[in-house]
């Protein structure tokens, strides 16, 4: 083959054969001259053993000799190189990179040639790094290339490459927020440009530090968000959801995850996905409130046929109160408890199942009683628009059978006294969730036989109410039969956010 000649500094060496330790030298510039000395085994074993591959070379670029190495790197043998040009090793398009490397090895004593390209015997083209440096055998300079196979390198960095170009494409066309930053330090290194919009949305840039974005966070969730960043310094996988104020006063949704990962430096850092989820969330609370309000027609419907199931009972009962004088005040007081639950019914069907009011039972329960008996109920109501007291559901259906029982005694009471002395009766309420009086007030007197420590003489009914939660007192007073029922927590509560001392019990 026709040798390419590469220049150098120094002419080629004259110098007589000599030489130096086990290291071979040649008597004249012809190959032919070499001679090898009397421990060439020596030297063969040591240049041979080397794993990467060794050219040596004169100064002028003439090969003198490979290693094993250099054979199963290049597919050629001593006798295939031995007195040609080096330069049957490299592509012409790197001519100037080694005559450049030449120049500085003769200049310096050492150069590299660093992401090369060596030609091997078959043609393939095999990415090298290659460091030259000049040794002295007999006084004449020698050229001895180390040359590493870089190709797996060169494979990692390419797939490396791709696999950043991929993440990158993928990072920035998301909309979700990805990032990596040291935990240690809290130094953000990436943010993906969905973050420009989270960033216009808060009022932190990306350089902000963990104190801006800790402040826009809403202060219910800033204990969520300083467990989530504990966990990222711990090196753990973490997930928070919360609500962070926009500039503008509005508030976003996050969700974020972190993960740790490691850099190519080995370093310990946290990348992250962090996601707005505010439109879900509105979407959720929709479809919450959706169901919410399902519900709350079927319950209306439930109570209402309820309702009006009771009241067919009711027509039932008074039919054959008609037809049986005899029966006629028992049913009357069943009529009464039965229209008492309807009331519940009533009301829990146009309250959209909330709790029922005593301000709204009590009218119900006295309209009752006035179209059971030819009475007439006074109610009065006092505070109760500035303290609404509610009644637990366990207790509201009890309550009233209690409430309709101590009303129908009073009407049976004010009949027995004859139309002259024709009253109306009185019920009042005052009080609050802490303590409530439903006092009732009507003319007559108790029997002789009823007895006010064991209360014999009572309704069917008023046995319902919880004694421990609950104060029943009779008294006669001016000619008038006087009720108190006092009713304490739990069977009462406040009725929104107030809760005040209002009305005197």
Known sequence: MTARKTPFAHAAPSAEAGHIG???CWNTPAIDSFVINPTEASWRSLFDGIADALLLMRPDGTLVEINQAATALLGYANTDVAGHHVSMLYP????????ACFDEVARDGISRYLDGIAVASNGDRIAVDVVGSVITTGGQP?????????RARKRAETDLHATQQHFYLLAEHI?????ICDPASGTVTYVSPAFAELARLSGCSTGSGISCWAQSIVPPDRPLFETFLAAQARGEPAEVELRISGADGGVRWLHGRSFPWRGDDGQTLAAGVAEDITERKQAEAERLAQAQRQREMLVREVHHRMKNSLQGVIGLLRRCAGQHPALASALTGAIGQVRSIAVIHELQSSTTGAPVLLRDLLPMIASGIEGLFDAKVDLKLCHQHECPVMLTESETVPLAIVLNELLMNAAKHQCSNGAADFRPIELAFSGNADRALIQVSNPGALPHTFDFAARRGLGQGLELLPAEHAELEFSQQDGRVVTRLVLLPPIIEAHGTYAGNQGNV
Do not use: H, L
């Open 92 to 99: 012409p398009s790197e001519e100037a990179r080694v005559a």
């Open 22 to 24: 086990t290291t071979p």
């Open 142 to 150: 020698t050229v001895i290339a180390v040359v590493r196979d870089i």
């Open 175 to 179: 909309r979700e927020i990805f990032w």
